[in-house]
C-alpha cells in the first residue's frame, strides 16, 4: 500500500516547529546519547506523516556539536489541541496545538503499529518509510490496551494487549540495526529462545537507509535474568545453579543458529585472522593506560597499584597462543539483563532479548564478527556482579562459592552444546582466549566503576586480580 506524497494536519504543523524548544527538550530526555556536549544546531531532515489526516508524524531530527559531529534522532510527535494536553509535557505549544512525544504517550502511539499491521509505504519527495509485518500470525492488536513498558536507556518502548511490543530507535545510524538483522534471522530460522519478530519499519533515501523499529512478541509472564538472579541468588542458590546450567544450553544454541547459514554473508561463520586479535591488544593497551594512569589512592583499588604492566603482559602472553575457532554474528551485548525467563512447558526457560550490541560502538562495529567466547565472557562477568548486588542490594549474600559454581554451571552446559568448530581446539585454548575477553570486560567495567559508582569498584577489582593470578 503506498500513500503516496500526502499532506496532513501533522506535516503542516511539523514544518512550523522551532528547532531552539525541540533541541532543548531533546536534550532532557533519558534516551539522548550525549548529554556531555551541548546541542550547536537541530535542522529537521524529513517529516513523514502516517496517514492522511493523522496528527502523528514521524520527524528525523539531526542535531549539530560545536565540534562539527552530528547525530540523527527519531521523533514521532502527535499534534494535540491544547485541551487535549493534560499531563502530558509538551514539546512546543501554540496558541491552536502542542507538539507531543508520542511514544512517551502510548495511546498516540497506536498509529505505529498500525501502519506495520498494514504493511505501508509512504513516499516523500526525499525517500520512503516502510512499515514491514512478518510471519503468518493474525493482526497485531494495535487497537487494544496499550502501555509504556517502562523507563529504559537508549530507546522507547510500548506494548499493546500484552502481546507485542514496539521499540522505537531513537538515535538513527545509517545502516540495519542488528537488532532487527540477527531478529529476523533467528526468526526465518525458527530458534525458539528469542521474543519472535513481528515486523519492523523503516527509512531510506539518496543519503540514508535507516531502521526506525521493530515489533516482537510480548512475552507475557517473564521475569527479567537480572531480577531473578538477585531474587534467588540469596534465598535459593542451588535451583538458581541449575537453572544457569540451563542458560549455558541455550547460549549454545544460539551461537549455533548464528552460525548455520554458509550461504548468507552476513551470517556466514569466518576465519579469525592475527590482526584482528594484535587490535584487540593494542586497544587493551590504550585502555590499560588510561585506567590504571588515573587509579586513586584508595583501598578498594589498592591490589590493583602498579599492576597495569602485568595486567598488559598478561594479555600479550595469551594472545601469542593465538585465537583458533571462528568468528560469528554474536548478541554483543551479553549478561544477565538481556535475558528473560519462564516457567512453562511449551518455553525453553530462557529467552534471550536485546540484539543490538552495545549502544556506544558505532553501528558497524556492532556488526562485526566476533568470537562467540566473546558473549561467553560478558555472562560470566555478570555472574560477578549478580553475585556482589544480592548482597549489595539485597543484603542477601550469597554462599561463598556461588560465583565459580556459577562459572562452572553455565560453562560446562555451553561447551557440552556449542559447536565445537566455532571454538579454538582444546580446552586450554578455549580458556585461554575467554581470559583475554574477560579482561576486556572487567578493564571496561574498572572504568565505569571509576566514573560512576566507586561503592562498586571491588567487583572489576576482584575480576582482574584473579585473571592475573591465572596460569596461562
Known amino acids: 500500500m503506498s500513500n503516496g506524497n500526502v499532506e496532513s494536519p501533522g506535516a503542516t504543523l511539523a514544518s512550523g516547529l522551532d528547532p531552539g524548544a525541540v533541541a532543548e527538550w531533546l536534550a532532557r530526555q533519558r534516551w539522548y546519547a550525549t548529554k556531555s556536549r551541548q546541542i550547536a544546531t537541530l535542522e529537521f531532515e524529513q517529516a513523514i506523516s502516517l496517514e492522511p489526516g493523522s496528527p502523528l508524524v514521524v520527524v528525523l531530527a539531526q542535531i549539530g556539536f560545536a565540534t562539527g559531529t552530528h547525530e540523527l534522532y527519531q521523533l514521532p510527535l502527535s499534534f494535540i489541541g491544547p485541551d487535549e ?55 497485531l492488536r494495535h487497537d487494544a490496551a496499550v502501555r509504556p513498558m517502562g523507563v529504559e536507556q537508549s530507546n522507547s518502548s510500548i506494548v499493546f494487549a500484552d502481546e507485542t511490543v514496539l521499540k522505537v530507535f531513537r538515535r538513527l545510524e545509517p545502516g540495519i540495526n542488528p537488532e532487527l538483522e540477527i531478529l529476523r534471522f533467528l526468526t526465518e530460522h525458527e530458534f525458539a529462545s528469542i521474543a519472535p519478530l513481528q515486523g519492523y519499519y523503516e527509512y531510506e533515501s539518496r543519503s540514508l537507509q535507516a531502521t526506525l523499529g521493530v515489533a516482537q512478541r510480548f512475552m507475557a509472564g517473564a521475569v527479567g535474568g537480572w531480577e531473578l538472579a538477585l531474587d534467588r541468588i540469596g534465598s535459593d542458590p542451588a535451583a538458581f545453579l541449575i537453572s544457569l546450567g540451563a542458560l549455558g544450553q541455550v547460549t549454545a544454541a544460539l551461537h549455533n543458529a548464528l552460525a548455520s547459514d554458509h550461504e548468507d554473508p552476513a551470517f556466514a561463520p569466518e576465519e579469525p585472522s592475527s590482526e584482528a586479535l594484535a587490535l584487540l591488544v593494542a586497544t587493551l593497551d590504550e585502555e590499560i593506560d588510561r585506567v590504571f594512569l588515573r587509579l586513586p589512592d584508595d583501598e578498594r583499588v589498592a591490589t590493583l597499584a602498579g599492576r597495569g604492566q602485568d595486567v598488559r603482559e598478561q594479555i600479550s602472553h595469551r594472545a601469542q597462543l593465538g585465537v583458533g575457532g571462528r568468528l560469528i554474528r554474536t548478541h554483543g551485548d551479553f549478561h544477565l539483563g538481556q535475558t528473560l525467563h519462564i516457567n ?129
Request: no cysteine.
Open 85 to 139: 494536553l493534560g499531563g502530558r509535557e509538551a514539546i512546543q505549544r501554540t496558541l491552536d496545538w502542542v507538539a507531543v512525544d508520542a511514544v512517551a504517550d502510548p495511546e498516540l502511539g497506536r498509529e505505529l503499529l498500525r501502519a506495520i499491521d498494514g504493511d505501508r509505504t509512504i513516499e516523500t519527495d526525499e525517500g520512503s518509510a516502510r512499515f514491514h509485518r512478518v510471519g503468518s500470525g493474525g493482526p
Open 344 to 472: 512453562g512447558p511449551t518455553h525453553s526457560n530462557w529467552l534471550i532479548i536485546d540484539f543490538e550490541g552495545e549502544p556506544a560502538r558505532p553501528l558497524f562495529e556492532r556488526r562485526q564478527k566476533n568470537s562467540p567466547l566473546r558473549d561467553v565472557a560478558g555472562m560470566l562477568r555478570s555472574f560477578s556482579y549478580a553475585t556482589s548486588a544480592s548482597a549489595i542490594q539485597r543484603s542477601l549474600p550469597a554462599p561463598g562459592d556461588f560465583e565459580r559454581r556459577a562459572r562452572e554451571m553455565f560453562l560446562e552446559r555451553y561447551l557440552a552444546e556449542v559447536d565445537s568448530a566455532l571454538l579454538p581446539a582444546g580446552d586450554a585454548a578455549i580458556l585461554n582466549l575467554l581470559s583475554i575477553f574477560e579482561l576486556e570486560k572487567a578493564i571496561y567495567e574498572l572504568q565505569y566503576e571509576l566514573d560512576h559508582r566507586p561503592d562498586w569498584l571491588a567487583i572489576p577489582v576482584a575480576g582482574i586480580t584473579r585473571l592475573l593470578d591465572e596460569v596461562a
